[in-house]
Antibody, heavy 122, light 107 residues
C-alpha cells in the first residue's frame, strides 16, 4: 500500500521559515516525480511545487517562486519543502502527492497524503 | 499560465440524478485533464485521468469526456457517497499545473 506521511507543519510568524517533510512507502520512490499541493482553509486546491525523479526538473507556482524550495532524498524516500519568507496567504493544509510518471509530464496526482497544516500568523 | 474554470461552482441534486460538471481551459490542453473528488476533511481522490480514463476502483457511474479546451465530468446516477467537491486539473504544462476552482455537489 502506498503511504505518504507529511510532517513539519505548525504555527509560524510572518517572515519566518518552515520545512515540511514527507516520507513515502509502498512504492519505488525514485521512480516517480513528487509534488506539494496546498489548500487554504475553505478554499480550493493549488499546486505549489513539483520535482522529477532525479531532481533534474523542478517547478514552482508563481505565488511561491523565490521563497519556497523543493527537494528530495531518494535514499531516505523523502520529499521536502523549505518555505522561507512566509506570508499569511501561505496558511494552508499542505499535501504531499505522488505523480504517475518519473518526470511530471502528462501527469496525474495519485495518491495524496493526509496533509500537514501550516498557519502563518503573528 | 493555463487557467482553468469550472461550472457551476455549486449545484444541488438528488440521489439518482444525472449530474454534469464542466471544466474549461484557457488554451488547448489536448486530453491532459484529470478529475478529483474531495470529501470534507479528506484528501482529494483521483477519479478520471487523461480526460476519459476511469481510475481503478472508481464506480462506472463516473465518466469523463472532452478534448482541447472543454471537458465534462458526468455522474450518471448520483449516489449518497458522491456528495463532495470536484476539481479538474490540467497536466499539459509540465511542472506548472493548475486546478479548477471546484464544483460542490450537495443535496
Amino acid at each position: 500500500e502506498v503511504r505518504l506521511v507529511e510532517s513539519g507543519g505548525g504555527l509560524v510568524q510572518p517572515g519566518r521559515s518552515l520545512r515540511l517533510s514527507c516520507v513515502a512507502s509502498g512504492f519505488t520512490f525514485d521512480d516517480y516525480a513528487m509534488h506539494w499541493v496546498r489548500q487554504a482553509p475553505g478554499k480550493g486546491l493549488e499546486w505549489v511545487s513539483g520535482i522529477s525523479w532525479n531532481s533534474g526538473s523542478i517547478g514552482y507556482a508563481d505565488s511561491v517562486k523565490g521563497r519556497f524550495t523543493i527537494s528530495r532524498d531518494n535514499a531516505k524516500n523523502s520529499l521536502y519543502l523549505q518555505m522561507n519568507s512566509l506570508r499569511a496567504e501561505d496558511t494552508a493544509l499542505y499535501y504531499c502527492v505522488k505523480d504517475r510518471s518519473p518526470t511530471g509530464k502528462l501527469n496525474w496526482f495519485d495518491p495524496w497524503g493526509q496533509g500537514t497544516l501550516v498557519t502563518v500568523s503573528s | 499560465d493555463i487557467q482553468m474554470t469550472q461550472s457551476p461552482s455549486s449545484l444541488s441534486a438528488s440521489v439518482g440524478d444525472r449530474v454534469t460538471i464542466t471544466c474549461r481551459a484557457s488554451q488547448s490542453i489536448s486530453s491532459y485533464l484529470n478529475w478529483y473528488q474531495q470529501k470534507p476533511g479528506k484528501a482529494p481522490k483521483l477519479l478520471i485521468y487523461a480526460a476519459s480514463s476511469l481510475q481503478t476502483g472508481v464506480p462506472s457511474r463516473f465518466s469523463g469526456s472532452g478534448s482541447g479546451t472543454d471537458f465534462t465530468l458526468t455522474i450518471s446516477s448520483l449516489q449518497p457517497d458522491d456528495f463532495a467537491t470536484y476539481y479538474c486539473q490540467q497536466s499539459y504544462s509540465t511542472l506548472l499545473f493548475t486546478f479548477g476552482p471546484g464544483t460542490k455537489v450537495d443535496i
